[in-house]
């Protein structure tokens, strides 16, 4: 089962670009990385999903270098609603369930 | 299309109570997770469930358990209620059991006084 590490917390300003790196050093070649954002007392919420390269959604956008050891989730221009916090979730192989980590805690200050 | 519906949003029980939380999940996703969460404790895994099947299960004592029904909606349910459970519960649903994404609900909020 693959698991990941990321930071614990990291702190912006408002305008800045945010880039959040996940170590995920086992995954097979052909899981996706997903990230989810949450807010307090509500669900995550699915940002983006890659497999390989460079994905770009309104939200953010997702680096995948080649040995796929990591992923960047990078977030343009953030706003103080941007204060939440990003898991990276480990690809699930069939019949095993999604496990999040601590993920990382991003506020935004301004 | 209508998003993961969690009901109720708030609830306040006793301890030794027992309490039901209900989940409908997107139409068409047959697979239903349970998650309780915690601030020392974040997301832990409680349960999942497919085509009325519990599929895995989380580390969480027997007093814990679920249910899923015919149309995919799910119950999770706490018997003898602890101080200890007082937390977010939150149900996500996906197409199915090699889904890459989860779909979240709001969640409910239990305390136990």
């Known amino acids: 089962l693959a698991k990941t590490t990321q930071p614990i917390s990291m702190d912006s300003y408002e305008g800045q670009e945010v880039n959040i790196t996940c170590s995920h050093n086992?995954?097979?070649?052909?899981?996706?990385i997903t990230w989810y954002q949450q807010f307090p007392s509500q669900g995550p919420r699915f940002i983006i999903q890659?497999?390989?390269t460079k994905v770009t959604n309104e939200v953010a956008s997702l680096f995948i270098p080649a040995d796929r050891k990591s992923s960047t989730l990078s977030l343009p221009r953030v706003s103080l609603s941007d204060t939440a916090v990003y898991y990276c979730l480990a690809p699930r192989n069939y019949g095993q369930n999604f496990v999040f980590g601590p993920g990382t805690r991003l506020s935004v200050l301004p | 299309k209508a998003g993961v519906t969690q009901t109720p949003r708030y609830l306040i029980k006793t301890r030794g109570q027992q309490v039901t939380l209900s989940c409908s999940p997107i139409s068409g996703h047959r697979s239903v997770s349970w998650y309780q969460q915690t601030p020392g404790q974040g997301l832990q895994f409680l349960f999942e469930y497919f085509s009325e099947t519990q599929r895995n299960k989380g580390n969480f004592p027997g007093r814990f358990s679920g249910r899923q029904f015919s149309n995919s909606r799910s119950e999770m349910n706490v018997s003898t209620l602890e101080l200890g459970d007082s937390a977010l519960y939150l149900c996500?649903?996906?197409?199915?059991?090699?889904?890459?994404?989860?779909?979240f609900g709001q969640g409910t909020r239990l305390t136990v006084v």
């Open positions: 890659g497999y390989k």
């Open positions: 086992n995954i097979a070649t052909n899981d996706y």
């Open positions: 996500a649903s996906s197409l199915g059991l090699d889904s890459t994404e989860a779909f």
